[in-house]
Nanobody, 114 residues
Framework: QVQLVESGGGLVQNGGSLRLSCAVSRIIFSFNIMAWYRQAPGKQREFVAHISTSGSTNYADSVKGRFTISRDNAKNTMYLQMNSLKPEDTAVYYC????????WGQGTQVTVSS
């Protein structure tokens, strides 16, 4: 049973914007802090941002002020608005719970050209 589906990635120029979406199974979404992660080529997967069920957020220093995480509890969907993108943001982006992770989805590729 598919529980996490990421979408919205693509190719964008330096300084551009993208909005990622993560569709989540209701049972997971309703009771968990949700988070975005990313994995660049040759690097370990890293934390990007998380959001609680009540909407409290936290960001990695590398994206603070540029990325905005949000969630729509009625749609069981989480978003990541990414502005002022840089080439170093190039990665596969994944969503998952922040604690007690479930099986990872396929992610969505974000490529920022210089």
């Amino acid at each position: 049973q598919v529980q996490l589906v990421e979408s919205g990635g693509g190719l964008v120029q330096n300084g551009g914007s993208l909005r990622l979406s993560c569709a989540v199974s209701r049972i997971i979404f309703s009771f968990n802090i949700m988070a975005w992660y990313r994995q660049a080529p040759g690097k370990q997967r890293e934390f990007v941002a998380h959001i609680s069920t009540s909407g409290s957020t936290n960001y990695a220093d590398s994206v603070k002020g540029r990325f905005t995480i949000s969630r729509d509890n009625a749609k069981n969907t989480m978003y990541l608005q990414m502005n002022s993108l840089k080439p170093e943001d190039t990665a596969v982006y994944y969503c998952n719970t922040f604690v007690d992770k479930v099986a990872w989805g396929q992610g969505t590729q974000v490529t920022v050209s210089s």
